[in-house]
């Protein structure tokens, strides 16, 4: 069964630092995409970053650019977010995601959906 698992997700405050965990089980990461999205109350869900596991390609939102970083550790099958500098409007439920295409943002892309984490940045 394919399953992924979002951790890391609490209250900071802003200029602070947190890094959130996807951990995947049923696949192995190197073959997939996986993408990092976040929906903050009210708004539509945005990508924030993704990265190609095997070939190390990786994206990230405009907003986000500069502050945030994705990695991947195979041996635990996980793929990191490392956030910092964070902002109150960081503040969103994160999902991480997994898609068989490259490079792609889109979440119509991604197949499978983690349950999401709770990110609070408070002012």
């Known amino acids: 069964e394919v399953q992924l698992v979002e951790s890391g997700g609490t209250l900071v405050q802003a200029g602070g630092s947190l890094r959130l965990s996807c951990e995947a089980s049923g696949f192995t990461i190197d073959d997939y995409t996986i993408g990092w999205f976040r929906q903050a109350p009210g708004k539509e869900r945005e990508g924030v970053s993704c990265t190609s596991v095997r070939d190390g390609v990786t994206f990230f939102a405009d907003s986000v650019r500069g502050r945030f970083t994705i990695f991947s550790d195979g041996a635990k099958n996980t793929v990191y977010l490392e956030m910092n500098n964070l902002k109150p409007e960081d503040t969103a439920v994160y999902y991480c995601?997994?898609?068989?295409?490259?490079?792609?943002?889109?979440?119509?892309?991604?197949?499978?959906w983690g349950q999401g984490t709770q990110v609070t940045v408070s002012s």
């Open positions: 995601a997994a898609s068989a295409f490259k490079g792609i943002m889109d979440e119509r892309a991604f197949h499978s």
